[in-house]
């Protein structure tokens, strides 16, 4: 069974920083490429950022420069630092597969992250 669990998440100021975690499935963990995607009011979801197996890593041009992707292969968990945070990050974060078809139609509750003075 796959399972998802998001945390860190929370209200920051603009220009502040968070740091996501995301506990996996071995199943799924060890043998994907693992992204964080997010979903603000009445958007799409929308892929942020990508990891291999290997470690690559991959971003939306949105987050560039910004934000950085990593994995903890021993422990299953990826995770997402967030820094110099802007209003327009504010949205529900998800981790899950890339392709996200990959891992299943589920996905986790996700954290929220709030940037607002």
């Known amino acids: 069974q796959v399972q998802l669990v998001e945390s860190g998440g929370g209200l920051v100021q603009p220009g502040g920083s968070l740091r996501l975690s995301c506990a996996a499935s071995?199943?799924?963990?060890?043998?994907?490429?693992m992204g964080w995607y997010r979903q603000a009011p009445e958007k799409v979801r929308e892929l942020v950022a990508t990891?291999?197996?290997?470690?690559?890593?991959n971003y939306a041009d949105s987050v560039k420069g910004r934000f950085t992707i990593s994995r903890d292969n021993a422990k299953n968990t990826v995770y997402l630092q967030m820094n110099s945070l802007k209003p327009e990050d504010t949205a529900v974060y998800y981790c899950?597969?890339?392709?996200?078809?990959?891992?299943?139609?589920?996905w986790g509750q996700g954290t929220q992250v709030t940037v607002s003075s």
């Open positions: 990891i291999t197996p290997g470690g690559g890593t």
């Open positions: 071995g199943s799924i963990f060890s043998r994907n490429a």
């Open positions: 899950k597969t890339v392709p996200a078809y990959i891992s299943g139609a589920y």
